[in-house]
């Protein structure tokens, strides 16, 4: 693709500004500073990447992999606002699930220890934990809050916080894992996913690319597990004294 | 257990005064029920019992060992307590009456003896929890409750959201199971003529305060306090003197 012609497509948000206008959304400004913002992250990402992939450094890789981790720890942290060190929780959640998975990924030779392979795989896995860990932490909130009574009904009962939590812990984990689930059994009908997209758009024939598109649906619903298993886990205590009482 | 002691206890949420300065005992093997208008720091006060809250301010103590000291796991099973809204678990009832037990290890829980000390025969053993009516629900929770095996039970206000019918039932039921296992019973009303009818021992809160307590005949027919007389007598509410 020339430059001339990704110009050109970048005039489709014309069309989005155009309904928030005609539909007096209010959202004009937004999508004008997504745009921006879009491009100027993508094209900065762009030189680094390429800078890494040409450098070839296991320390640069590394470090690509844990900047991308923080980002997105700090940014699923903002739907856990109110959980004391939900930061920490949901970074150290999302680490333990890439770690795992990326591991496994090698040990089996799916993948090599490149930067051209480990940091896009990585950001697909990061980037859906992401999504995934932030739900689990916004659902948990919601059903500490609205189910105190229950939970309370456990405790006064002598159940520990860990066996009051037992059902919400149930309903978060689920819910940060839905999504993955759901998309995984409309894979390939309702949608052509990313990795497999960009590589028949490379030139790859189709059946190669549903083979790392499978790899990918794997390697997301093992991440997203492990990291809403996690930072469920590691959450619920902040909403209770070290005498299993409510706060 | 024989006693428990309040000795200047408070209990502050952030800044807002929920209980202050309460001093008291309650003897074991009583009913005592506690009136005092919406708001007044009821089931604050109950809660410190069984610890769901620990007091910001003094202490308290049963058998002169302060509550803290115990192990608040196996406190809260000898402390049961049986709430206005019945939160049953889904299944069951027998599931409900196992939960207790199962939680502390133990697998056979005679669901029977628990059902039939609430009243109610064992074809409920099998019956959902989705199909009991308010009055059944709660006397499930009570039994629930009954299967820790507790010396002492709190109940916040368990038949407000019953039907007179229903009411009776829990009201006797309660009275019975107070003799039949010695239990002691701090129980929560908003009914007058409920606290008169059970309650051996009355204790009257306002505003976070401690206002009387003492024999249930002596409290009604001859309070000793302006607040209790005019609490009694319907003329004081959450919102002041009418």
Redesign the interface.
Known sequence: MNVLSLVMSSSLVLISIFISYYQKLGVEKEIVIGSIRAIVQLTFVGYILHYIFYANSILFTLAMVIAMIIVAGNNAAKRGSGIPHVFYFITISIAFGAAITLTALILFGSIHFRPQEVIPVSGMIIGNAMVSSGLTVSRLKDEVKSRR??I??Y??????SR?ASQKILKIAIKTGMMPTIDSMKTLGIVQLPGMMTGLILGGVDPVNAVKYQMMVTFMMTSTTAIACFTVALLSYTQFFTK????I | MKKIKFIDVGFKDHDDVILKDISMEISFGYIYTIIGPSGAGKSTFIKLI?????PTEGKILIDEKNIKDYD???L??RI??V?Q?P?LFEGTVEDNIK??PM??GQRDTNVDYYLSMVGLDKSYRTRKVDDLSGGEAQRISIA??LA?EPTVLLLDEPTSALDPASTQVIEDLVIELKNKLNLTIIWITHNMEQAKRVGDFTIFINNGRLIEYGNTKAFFSNPKNDLTRLFINGKLTKEGIE
């Open positions: 009574h229950e309370e009904t405790l006064a009962l002598g159940a520990n066996q005498n299993h009482q409510l | 069984n610890r769901l809250i620990d608040i796991i196996k809260r099973r049961g307590m709430f809204q939160y939960y207790g939680i502390r629930r409750s820790n």
